[in-house]
């Protein structure tokens, strides 16, 4: 099987699709001409600029370059779950960046070191740099969804809890409800992906794979590792999220801070 | 002393605002006391405060000569019950609304007394089958009630009355107030009540003791 390189023309070709988009603004009057323009250079200088430094990265290949590369995704990623709540308490960025960075540098470095053993070494761009964006990038889901449940429940079942409490309930007993629910929630998504995987689409690495050349059966094997270490990530990550948020919102005296969750302004 | 509550203080943490400033208290066993004062003067809060529900920028607590705090404080909670205006319970039968407390850690090793609870039902004017409603089908004062049966079920010492018999009718209502104090008088060595009501009769039926609250602060406290 060969590969064939895109030339940007090419690419510029494919590019010429949006004016599709374009005229049936136009015709319908939606007035998105605008965005569209923007979206269109976004998209072209976003990906050009990272290809770029991905094609720096691949070529110093020293682990410093790929460890710091890994490091600037994992803080946009843990800010990204962060700033998808519209709740927000004194934590809760310290909860999520620390239950993003470990369960997905956990996770990341256990598929570079045992599963990929094979490989030159451990920081070899090549592998560290997609492996960590897809763990990144399924984790900070489970996290988002796990601390948003868990804020807005919280915010909703003080009553309840604070009976619990006053009834002589520990903190872990008033609350567990509430952080089971979160945990739930955070880790449906990755296992009704994982029940359809295949079936509705191709996901996206596969599709990479496949048109790079790749057997069938080798990028299938990839997938599946994948799909482990999305879930095993997002899990932890959950678990984190919930339990570091759990003990700045719950104090050793057992007392529920209602008052510390509050409501962010909507700039969105 | 049974209880005493010293020197406490809170303050809201947004605006800075005092809450409760500087408040001492001491809870003798037997004593019925009701707090009174304005809405916003602080009394819900000083109750939640005796429970240690709330955080407090100052003072302490003490339960029988000990300081509560850290992991004592949900067996502290075991004998000083918190009582909210608005009953919570939880989606479930009345039975098991009051049975829930004792799945708690701290209540494990305490047995739920069946009968005793139908006694106070029967007191209460309510017949067993009140135990088999949904407590999502009850009223107000039917919430206040299960709440009440499952703090007395709980076997506490002190109880803390946040408007706790605000939703019943008259009848109810003299009924509850009938059976707290019977409640009290089966142990008054080591049983307190604290109200708060905004029925003025109330408050003069129920307590020997009546304090006073304005803005956080104890004005008056006097028998």
């Not at chain 2, 203080?9 to 409760?20: A, F, N, Q, W």
Request: overall charge neutral.
């Amino acid at each position: 099987m060969s590969y064939h390189a895109l030339s940007y023309w090419d690419v510029a070709a494919a590019a010429a699709l949006i004016l599709i988009n374009g005229i049936v603004s136009i015709a319908l009057r939606l007035r998105m001409e605008r965005s569209l323009l923007l979206a269109s250079i976004r998209t072209t200088m976003q990906l050009l600029l990272v290809g770029f430094v991905l094609q720096w990265v691949f070529a110093v290949d020293r682990w410093y370059v790929v460890i710091a590369m890994l490091l600037v995704m994992t803080l946009v990623a843990g800010y990204t779950a962060g700033a998808r709540n519209d709740r927000h308490f004194a934590g809760m960025w310290t909860s999520t960046l620390l239950s993003m960075g470990l369960s997905s540098w956990i996770i990341t470095a256990y598929a570079l070191l045992v599963v990929l053993h094979g490989i030159e070494h451990w920081y070899q761009p090549q592998y560290a740099i997609p492996l960590m964006g897809m763990v990144l990038g399924n984790t900070l889901n489970g996290i988002s969804v796990g601390l948003s449940t868990l804020t807005s429940e919280l915010a909703q079942r003080r009553g309840e809890i604070d009976t619990a409490l006053s009834l002589g309930a520990t903190r872990y007993e008033a609350a567990l409800p509430t952080l089971r629910q979160a945990i739930r929630l955070g880790m449906t998504p990755i296992i009704n992906s994982m029940m359809v995987v295949g079936l509705v689409s191709l996901p996206g690495m596969m599709t990479g794979q496949l048109l790079s050349g790749t057997s069938p059966i080798e990028a299938v094997k990839y997938q599946i590792m994948i799909m482990f270490l999305i879930a095993s990530a997002t899990a932890l990550g959950t678990v984190g999220v919930v339990a570091l948020s759990y003990l700045h919102l719950f104090t050793r005296d057992h007392q529920f801070l209602f008052h510390a969750i509050g409501k962010r302004k909507q700039n969105l | 002393m049974l209880l005493s509550v010293d020197h406490i203080s809170r303050s809201d943490h947004l605006t800075d605002e005092p809450l409760l400033s500087d408040i001492s208290i001491s809870i003798a066993g037997g004593e019925r006391i009701a707090l009174r004062g304005k809405s916003g003067s602080g009394k819900s809060l000083l109750l939640r405060a005796i429970a240690l529900l709330d955080p407090l920028d100052e003072g302490s607590v003490t339960w029988n000569g000990e300081t509560i705090f850290g992991s004592a404080v949900p067996a502290y909670r075991r004998q000083v019950v918190y009582l909210p205006q608005q009953a919570v319970v939880a989606e479930e039968t009345v039975d098991e609304a009051i049975r829930r407390p004792f799945l708690y850690l701290s209540r494990q090793q305490h047995v739920y007394d069946h009968a005793q609870t139908l006694g106070h039902l029967q007191q209460l004017g309510r017949g067993e089958t009140f135990l088999k409603k949904r407590t999502g089908d009850l009223s107000g004062g039917e919430k206040q009630i299960t709440a009440l049966l499952r703090a007395l079920a709980v076997n506490p010492s002190v109880l803390l009355l946040d408007e706790a018999t605000s939703a019943l009718d008259a009848e109810t209502a003299r009924a509850a107030e009938q059976l707290l104090q019977a409640w009290q008088q089966e142990k008054a060595d080591i049983r307190a009540a604290v109200w708060v009501s905004h029925d003025r009769a109330q408050s003069e039926r129920v307590a020997q003791r009546t304090i006073h609250i304005e803005a956080g602060h104890i004005r008056e406290d006097r028998p």
